[in-house]
Structure formats: structure tokens, C-alpha cells
């Protein structure tokens, strides 16, 4: 069988507090033992989950905190240089970096919850 881990969720924000095309929540995050940031919002009635680094610069996204959309509600936009991502994929759609993509991060709801999933690369950030 091997000793594959199971997966663990961690509690991001109750169901409610995530409007669609709205604010989304960051939560912390460590990458290779770095502090970072992920966040989450909804688009098409679903949750999608990525880590808050912009695919052409390492900078994060939000331009004050949670706003991650421009203002039609239609694209995740990095407030630095203007790149805009799919929501649902998180593929730049236009901007310096066109064609790349933002580092997903599992993200669902459960029960009126959002929760993360850590991977291999985005772990949860120590105590």
C-alpha cells in the first residue's frame, strides 16, 4: 500500500462570506518553508482556490485585501502590472504574462464551509 499520506483540510471561511465575482479570503500558506499566501473565490457558483502569486512577477495579486477581480467580476487581475487570469483556470488571459498560469491550490465547500487542501508544493503555514 505505501504510506501515502491522507489529505487534509483545513477550514478557510464559512460558504457565506465568499460571494460570487466578490472579495475572496486569503489564508497563509508556506512554500518550501517560506511564508505565502493562497485565497479563494467564486466564479460560476464554484469555489476555486491559488496561490496569491502573480505568474509574472512573484508579487500577490490583491490590490487591497481579498480584491482580487477587475471591476466587470470577470477576471482575477495582479494590481502590479495588470495581468488578468480565468477565474476558473487560472490561465492569464492578457497581460505581460499571457498563456501561464496561477498555481491552483484544491479548494471546496463542505457543509456551509471553504476549505484547502495542502499538496506536495503549497503546505500549511507552522503554527
Known amino acids: ?3 501515502a499520506a491522507i489529505p487534509v483540510s483545513i477550514p478557510v471561511c464559512n460558504s457565506g462570506d465568499i460571494a460570487e ?5 486569503r489564508f497563509a ?21 491559488y496561490l496569491n ?5 512573484p508579487v500577490e495579486l490583491d490590490w ?11 477576471y482575477l487581475m495582479c494590481a502590479t502590472h495588470g495581468a ?3 477565474p476558473d483556470t487560472g490561465r492569464c488571459e492578457g497581460g505581460p504574462c499571457t ?5 491552483k491550490i484544491e479548494a471546496f465547500e463542505k457543509e456551509g464551509h471553504i476549505f484547502w487542501s495542502p499538496d ?4 500549511p503555514a507552522p503554527d
Request: aromatic share 12%; net charge positive.
Open 21 to 25: 465575482g466578490g472579495k475572496g479570503k
Open 99 to 103: 498563456g501561464a498560469r496561477l498555481r
Open 1 to 3: 500500500m505505501g504510506d
Open 53 to 57: 502569486r502573480c505568474a509574472h512577477v
Open 84 to 86: 488578468v487570469y480565468a
Open 64 to 74: 487591497a485585501e481579498g480584491e482580487f477581480f477587475e471591476s466587470s467580476g470577470l
Open 29 to 49: 500558506v508556506s512554500i518550501h518553508g517560506a511564508d505565502a499566501s493562497g485565497f479563494v473565490i467564486r466564479y460560476g457558483g464554484q469555489v476555486y482556490g
Open 120 to 123: 506536495d508544493y503549497v503546505r
